[in-house]
């Protein structure tokens, strides 16, 4: 008896899967170019998956598992599904204050899959379709009291087979490079973003990521096995992070929502192009204004003297630096407390402030979560630390904060983040986190958070030599990658040399003003770089935005070279680079003015060897296309006025 019970059971399991599959439609992005099908399981072992198709042609990701493991219930197995919510129109338009444009829209269609598990609990998957890409998230509806912990989630990106891939090997800080995996593909953890190209002849990407973290959860990251190299599955933190502190699984109260779980999918511009991150996350409270948010350059002191703001003789240089170049800003950074030889960081403030040039500060995250004893540590800790540091800095005309070495994606950790964001906001504090995870949509969100380090920027050419070789290759990686999903605190601009040198071309250095996006852009070098330059390149560096109202990619390749335009009000920059050990040519396509218009083009080009540039001045249009010769590992930088 009791075995035809479990045959009666298994048939009817079999049954309802099937009726499911007759049930569920597929949804399709508004300009039908991204399908996503719910497939149901194929065993009773198995889970429900979504099947995501680019154009009708490219598998682009076969199968996405689903499921989460709370530890009173499985919501990964024996799920029924018992619905399915209609298409509903979505529709994001925002302002940005800073990022890759100022409007953002975004379109997709939206549909919630009902499920109960084996206990007849629910559990919803909420599915978006963009034009640009799909996210979905897991939503128990329930109102029951109690904390509840996850012990798993199950969701895994099934990539196509053979696809080419850049990934970075997980580290804390996300401080690594982006190799391409060609063939013999790694396993192993890997962070945020990971970035696909499907094999064959019709071009199409997917960038995976997650998007609108909150204190309900904690971030994730990818690992592939040996038997699954194709399969990514979402995995906590690891136990040792953040010095062993906070617990790895998150815990939460009910109704919960997870995170977005985000893959841009389309050709390469739609990519790079992208503000889907952004699209899916929270907008800031209705009642929060951050009209005193202002985006802009500064002088970074740090790179070419690590002990230098123990000096007030040194800092006041880079004050200098910051007001001849005009820009807003200038960062003070560790050991500020220890300051010296003529003042002290009060009348270091001053001078800034006396010069036009707001000032910025570094602290250590400090606390349990890391062992890193530079100074000033343990002032924010505690929201009662925060509000007296932050009084104090108000009342002497700090605008911002940089805050290093979190060291943790657990939900402990994530809360701190928000928790600096929050009490930063109430005392009109911008915020740089560094040391810290990617962005995830919080600068949406939080608006004063201007950028986020999470990249193997310029400060490496301080911690090693292996900046030298990869830097040219690296940077031409990055608008494709970690510079999509947020800002990127890279700290470019270095023309001289620091510990160890670099390869690039000055022409390359200055192009990464346009080709890296951060709300606030902290240039590397020390005051000779940037005094000794030519005079277009320094009236460059004096005009060069860092917020922008539109962007375009016009060419490239991960890890080969790319060329992006960007547009504030009016004027375009354009941005190129050469990540190749050869040289040769490339063009800049000037399709995207608008018809009719002619521009006047100053284009700042390689010279005959590295550390000299060339600069040409031309009347162009949209149909004109642009040659631009550029050396090994070189770059250019340009700049379109409307001609009057």
């Known amino acids: 008896m009791k075995n035809k019970i479990v045959l009666f059971l298994g048939a009817l399991m079999g049954v309802l899967a099937q009726t499911a599959i007759a049930q569920a439609p597929k949804v399709t992005s508004p300009d039908k170019n991204i399908e996503v099908e719910l497939v149901a399981p194929k065993n009773q072992g198995a889970v429900w998956s979504f099947a995501v198709n680019y ?13 989460l493991l709370r530890e009173d219930a499985d919501f990964a197995h024996n799920l029924t599904l018992k619905g399915s919510g209609k298409i509903k129109a979505i529709h994001d338009q925002y302002t940005a204050i800073h990022g890759k444009k100022s409007l953002c829209i975004n379109d997709g269609n939206e549909m919630s899959f009902h499920f109960i598990n084996a206990n007849a609990t629910a559990i919803d998957v909420i599915l978006r379709v963009y034009n640009n890409g799909i996210a979905f998230r897991y939503d128990f509806p329930e109102k029951k009291p109690g904390q509840f912990k996850m012990l798993d989630e199950l969701t895994a990106f099934h990539v196509a087979d053979s696809s080419k891939r850049w990934l970075q090997k997980f580290v804390r800080s996300y401080e690594g490079f982006y190799p391409i995996q060609e063939n013999n593909f790694k396993t192993g953890e890997w962070g945020y973003p990971a970035l ?188 009662e630390s925060r509000v007296k540091e932050f009084e104090w800095l108000n009342k002497i005309g700090i605008v911002g904060i940089k805050v290093d070495f979190f060291e943790s994606d657990k939900q402990n ?48 050419y301080n911690n090693g030599p292996v900046m030298t070789t990869e830097a040219p290759a690296h940077n031409a990686t990055l608008p494709f990658t970690r510079n999509v999903i947020g800002p990127m605190d890279y700290t470019p601009i270095t023309f001289t040399n620091s510990q160890y040198t670099h390869t690039t071309t000055y022409a390359h250095e200055l192009a990464l003003a346009v080709v890296f996006e951060s709300g606030v852009q902290n240039f590397a070098d020390r005051p000779a770089g940037f005094d000794n330059l030519p005079y277009a390149e320094k009236l460059f560096l004096t005009k060069v935005p860092a917020a922008w ?16 335009a960007r547009r504030k009000g009016k004027e375009w920059y354009i941005g190129g680079i050469n990540g190749d050990r050869r040289g040769g040519q490339t063009s800049i396509d000037l399709g995207f003015l608008p018809a009719g218009k002619k521009y006047k083009l100053t284009l700042m080009s390689d010279g005959e060897y590295d550390s000299v540039f060339q600069e040409q001045y031309i009347v162009v249009e949209n149909k004109d296309k642009v040659p631009v010769k550029w050396l090994p590992r070189g770059g250019f930088a340009a700049y379109l006025e409307e001609e009057l």
């Open 55 to 67: 154009k009708n042609q490219v598998n682009i990701l076969p199968e996405v598992k689903l499921g």
């Open 196 to 383: 696909f190209k499907a094999p064959g002849a019709n071009e199409c990407w997917a960038l995976i990521t997650e998007a609108d973290i909150d204190r309900n959860y904690c971030t994730t990251k990818l690992t592939n096995t040996v038997a699954a190299k194709d399969e990514f599955k979402l995995t906590f933190p690891s136990p040792g992070d953040g010095n062993k502190t906070g617990d790895v699984n998150p815990t939460f109260s009910l109704p919960w929502q997870s995170p977005w779980r985000v893959a841009i999918i389309g050709q390469l511009a739609d990519v790079v192009q992208s503000t889907l991150v952004e699209d899916v996350s929270k907008p800031p409270l209705a009642t929060e204004n951050f009209d005193w948010v202002k985006p802009g350059t500064s002088s970074w002191i740090y790179w070419a003297d690590n002990h230098g703001t123990k000096d007030y003789q040194h800092v006041t240089k880079y004050v200098d630096l910051a007001a001849r170049m005009g820009w807003p800003y200038t960062l003070f950074d560790w050991e500020w407390d220890q300051m010296s030889n003529g003042g002290d960081l009060e009348k270091a403030v001053g001078y800034a402030l006396a010069h036009g040039v707001k000032p910025v500060i570094w602290y250590n995250s400090g606390g349990k979560h890391n062992t890193v004893m530079s100074t000033p540590r343990d002032r924010l800790s505690t929201h």
């Open 413 to 460: 950790i994530i809360n701190y983040y928000i928790d600096i964001l929050e009490d930063a906001a109430k005392y009109k504090l911008m915020v740089y986190f560094h040391g810290s995870t990617v962005p995830r949509g919080w600068s949406r969100t939080y608006p004063n958070l201007m950028t986020m380090e999470a990249v193997a920027g310029a400060e490496q």
């Open 549 to 564: 109202d539109n962007t375009k990619l016009l060419s490239g390749y991960p890890g080969k070279s790319v060329v992006i």
